[in-house]
Each structure stands twice: as C-alpha cells, then as structure tokens.
C-alpha cells in the first residue's frame, strides 16, 4: 500500500513494527521513520494497516500512540478489519483532540495491495471521505461509502463472514460432485454459469485451490480472526445467527487440522484425508 501510494505521486513516510518490512521498503524508496511521533509530525494523512482492533487501539491511543502526539487536522485512514465499536471509540478520542478518522477495510490480498487494485469499504462523514478520495484513489480500485463511522467495518466484518462461508460449502459440494463423478472444474463450469456461482467459485477456486498454490497470501489466522470479529459483533447486537454461528465454529475447529500460517483458501480442505491425517 506504501508503495502504491509512493507510485500514486504522494511523499509516504511510515513505520512498522517489523525491522524487516522496514528495510523492505527503505530499499523501495519508502521514507522509514522509527517512531509513530515521526510519523504524525511529517504527515497530513495517517494509512493504518494492522492485524487486530486490539493493535489498532495501541497504536492510536497505547503509549506512544498517535493521541500522544495529537496533530490537529490530520486525517486517519483506518483500513484494517476491525470492530466496528473499537473504531466508534477511537474516532471520538480522535476527534477530542483535532484529528478525524474514517474507517476504509481493503479487500483484494498483498497482489491487490501492490498493483492499487483493492475495494475499500468506508465509513465516515462525507468531508472526511471526500477529502481522503484522493489518499484512497492511489491505493483501490473500487471505493463503497456505507455509512458514518464504524460502517465500513461492519461491512466488511459482513464480506469476510461470506467468503468463509463460501469457501465452506464449496469445499463440501466439490467433493460431492467428485464422489457423484464429476471433475472439480467440469462442475465449476456449470455452477459458475448458473445462480449457485459466487467470487469463491469464480476466482478462488481457479486461482488458490484447483491449481494448487494456496498462495493468496492471506492466511487462516487472519480469517479465523475475521470470523470471530463477526461472532463478537453479533453477539453485541443480542441477535441469534444459527448459520453464521456454524460457519464460525467450522472455522475454529479448523485450527486442530490446519495451521495460523496456512492459506485461508486451505479451509476448503477439511474432512478431506490432508485435512484429518
């Protein structure tokens, strides 16, 4: 995302956690800073993408976070997948001291991140929107606004409950369709001309699974924290979801057959002889 930023013409100056991905992108040309207080006194805009609403919560208002170094008029983009309330919370802290965040959760993997191909999913005012449009353009292809503060990451918390459900069920229906006969991609064909198709059948099948790669470079963990994100978040609204629910514990119990750092197109596997050996 940096360096789609970078080759999008803005000046990017940034931080990691990792020495590796720092020194990864110094070497791109990316301006490396060792502090989250470097950052926020060089920029206009602020790009967080982190692996948890609980690392997002630290770097904004941990120690050293950005509230400790409030720069009024600098906007945050926050294009995590995180809970929606954890985004509500720090948007008003932010907004105590002068600065506005959005929340713009990015589908499309490390390759869509690369090219500047991702969908974001936004929430938040419309002149902060407006006014990240150009921030957002450089990175994304497809850009949805959804709703005020925290919709956006709901709606994705929505997207990501889907693919794992997709991927789910295509697993289950195309070993189905082998033991009945039919190859993989024969039945894909057929599917993906009709009503059942779906982004799983269409593109993740053909591009992780029936090749074989599993190189989306998105891994269980991260999904399998997308699925308790979407757990958490129905539970908050008191509401009883009994597919979803078994869509998660289907994700959860994948953990004793399938490792954190496995494709997330591998849950495609379980009940398969790789899956249980």
């Keep these: ?109 490390p390759k869509g991140a690369l090219a500047g191909t991702m969908t974001m999913v936004i929430g938040g005012s419309e002149e902060d929107v407006s006014r990240a449009e150009p921030v957002m353009a450089a990175m994304s292809a497809k850009r949805v606004h959804v709703g005020a503060v925290g919709a956006g990451h709901v709606a994705k918390i929505a997207n990501n409950l889907l693919c794992a459900a997709h991927l789910a069920i295509a697993g289950e229906v195309t070993r189905m369709a082998e033991q009945a006969g039919v190859p993989v991609e024969r039945l894909l064909s057929g599917v993906n001309a009709g009503s059942g198709r779906s982004f799983v059948t269409e593109f993740n099948f053909p591009t992780w699974v029936t090749s074989g790669k599993f190189d989306s470079g998105f891994t269980m963990k991260l999904m399998r924290k997308d699925v308790r994100l979407s757990q958490e978040l129905i539970g908050a609204l008191g509401m009883d979801l009994p597919l979803s629910r078994q869509v998660a514990e289907r994700w959860a119990a994948s953990a004793e057959t399938i490792g954190d750092d496995e494709d997330f197109n591998r849950i495609v596997e379980v009940g398969t002889e790789r899956a249980t050996a």
Excluded: N, W, Y
């Excluded at 013409?9 to 990691?16: I, M, N, Q, S, Y």
């Excluded at 509230?67 to 926050?78: D, F, N, Q, R």
């Design 1 to 109: 995302m940096a360096l789609s930023l970078q080759r999008g013409g803005f000046e990017v100056v940034g931080t990691d956690a990792s020495a590796a991905t720092r020194s990864a992108l110094a070497a791109e040309g990316v301006c490396v800073v060792d502090s989250i207080q470097e950052v926020v006194a060089r920029a206009e805009a602020i790009v967080l993408s982190l692996p948890t609403a609980a690392i997002v919560e630290q770097v904004v208002a941990g120690p050293g976070g950005l509230l400790s170094h409030p720069k009024a008029g600098v906007l945050v983009i926050e294009t995590s997948t995180s809970h929606p309330d954890t985004t509500r919370r720090l948007a008003a802290q932010l907004a105590e001291a002068g600065m506005q965040l959005i929340d713009a959760p990015v589908s499309g993997g």
